[in-house]
């Protein structure tokens, strides 16, 4: 009982306390020593996991896995002072430093500069946010990128590989170097989020932690008077508005509820406020990006009293303004959807119909269970049933199948 | 119970040449008394210094000036410091005995911070 109880806390002290460890030893031993840092880290956890059963949990959990991450990383580095010179100075920094520095928002900021590096690839700087920002294990990484353990500590090490050569300054970048590399944090952490937002099958564990991580890094750049551009604002608004809804978007047996349905009194109405006041301060910007536009329409749901009450022509509106930023047959849908609700589902039928020479969506359950719907509202039952059979034949999840197959039994 | 900033000098000029292993142990002395610290409660602060001897600024006849430190009288210079609590000076003194700057040929100032 008493050794479980204990690895049970250093699991959870890990996904808590590695990223915070991570970016206070990367400050104090440079980003080109990740590596060395991540070992250190791991050696403090599995001395903890070795003592604490036997010896007991110590009164500061977090601080004495700083001083024991510190110390392996001391050793570590006299280790690396076999085969160079020794990093004096780094050293005496190491040596000089206690939890008391431990924590510091600009630290985890720096981090994710590191770890978003213009020259890894997209899903490099995914992967690499995960493991070394949120302290996300191997495991859970796969689990997320439907990928295998060993093929994410292949891409992990690569990528720390061009971290390393790249011989990056640990700093949060001014000027044209922010405007230069703020962009790709701003995907990565919208990727954590629509990848934990529209997790498939397999991923239950993984996507509320996923969806939180990227709130929490979301809300830390919009926050820091630099990185807080407009779209970063934009960004957090976004997050911000998705999120509080979070609660209301899964049933007790873990069925998707859709907007319509959902109950409203169920979201967050703190997290909504702060949604509304990040998108405030976006609107400051001299550029709108498509991330204000996806804020914006975010923002009118979750102000709305009801589904019906939801302004669809300013959502439309919107959705023609996305479509303009950033062109892709899923704006279309969407915003043909939302034509729907505005102008009537003949309007939105026709809008889908125009789409459908694209075929791009031909493979979307979504694009055919919209038609259907749409086909069902205006009394075209057995057109209506040919489009909830087609969107059963696309890829689609167990709560998506259930509720197609609601629907196509309901086109009496 | 009031804080105590203890400044660590040292002879001026380069430190001396150690060899890695050397240097390491030494660290951990620092390190690893600073732990104590922090695990008596006593912790407040401490950071060293980097290797130069710093600038020196001086206002003379209705100017400032800056030259390179330490003061040309002086054969020593702040290498580091730390802010500890304690009850009162003999307190602060026997703790800072404790410290391994004595073992590397330091000195320690001990002051107490006049707390407001």
Redesign the interface.
């Known amino acids: 009982m008493m050794v479980d109880a204990a690895d049970e806390l250093v699991e959870t002290l890990f996904r808590r306390e590695a990223g915070k460890l991570s970016a206070w030893l990367v400050r104090l031993l440079g980003a080109a020593r990740l590596e060395l840092v991540e070992d250190a880290i791991q050696d403090a956890f599995g001395v903890a996991l070795a003592r604490w059963p036997s010896d007991g949990v110590p009164d500061r959990p977090a601080a004495w896995l700083a001083v024991a991450a510190r110390n392996k990383a001391l050793d570590r580095l006299k280790r690396e002072a076999r085969s160079m010179p020794l990093d004096e100075s780094a050293a005496w920094r190491l040596g000089f430093a206690g939890p008391e520095s431990l924590g510091r928002l600009d630290d985890t900021l720096a981090l994710m500069f590191v770890a978003c590096h213009p020259a890894l690839e997209r899903d490099e700087q995914t992967m690499l946010t995960l493991k070394t920002v949120c302290g996300f294990g191997v495991k859970e990484i796969a689990r997320a990128y439907l990928s295998t353990p060993d093929a994410v500590a292949q891409r992990l090490v690569r990528a720390k590989r061009k971290i390393r050569d790249l011989n990056l300054a640990f700093e949060i970048p001014e000027g044209a170097e922010m405007t230069r590399r703020l962009p790709a944090l701003l995907d990565t952490i919208y990727l954590l989020f629509t990848g934990g937002y529209t997790a498939g099958e397999g991923e239950p564990l993984i996507a509320p932690e996923l969806c939180a991580e990227a709130l929490r890094l979301a809300l830390l750049l919009a926050e820091h008077p630099r990185a807080g551009t407009g779209a970063a604002q934009a960004l957090a608004a976004l997050i911000c508005f998705q999120h509080a809804r979070a609660g209301a978007r899964v049933s007790g047996e873990g069925e998707l509820i859709l907007l319509a349905d959902q109950d409203r009194t169920r979201w967050d109405g703190a997290l909504i406020a702060r949604g509304l006041d990040h998108l405030q301060k976006a609107m400051t910007a001299d550029a709108l990006t498509a991330m204000h536009v996806e804020a914006g329409i975010a923002s009118l749901h979750a102000t709305a009293a009801s589904f019906e009450a939801t302004d669809w022509r300013a959502v439309a509106h919107y959705y023609a303004m996305l479509e303009e930023l950033k062109p892709s047959a899923v704006v279309q849908l969407n915003g043909a959807i939302a034509t729907a609700f505005a102008e009537g589902p003949a309007a939105g039928l026709a809008r889908l119909d125009r789409l459908d020479g694209a075929g791009k969506l031909d493979r979307y359950a979504l694009y055919h269970a919209a038609r259907g719907d749409l086909l069902s509202r205006l009394g075209r039952c057995s057109e209506a049933r040919d489009a909830f059979g087609r969107a059963l034949d696309c890829p689609v999840n167990n709560a998506e199948r259930e509720f197609l197959a609601r629907r196509l039994q309901a086109c009496r | 119970m009031p804080d105590f900033i203890l400044f660590l000098h040292r002879q001026a000029g380069p430190p001396p040449a150690l060899a ?2 050397q ?2 142990a030494m ?2 002395d ?2 690893g008394w ?2 104590r610290m ?1 695990k008596e409660g006593r ?1 407040k ?4 210094l ?1 290797n130069d001897a710093g600038r020196v600024m001086r206002a003379k006849s209705g100017r400032i000036s800056v030259t390179d430190g330490p003061y040309a009288e002086s054969k020593e210079l702040v290498g ?1 410091y730390y802010i500890i609590s304690a009850k009162d000076y003999d307190e602060a003194c026997r703790i800072a005995e404790s410290n391994p700057h004595f073992k590397y040929g330091g000195n320690i100032e001990v002051r107490q911070v006049d707390a407001v």
Do not use: L
């Open positions: 890695p292993e240097i390491m660290i951990k620092y390190s600073a732990d922090r912790f602060a401490g950071d060293k980097t580091g």
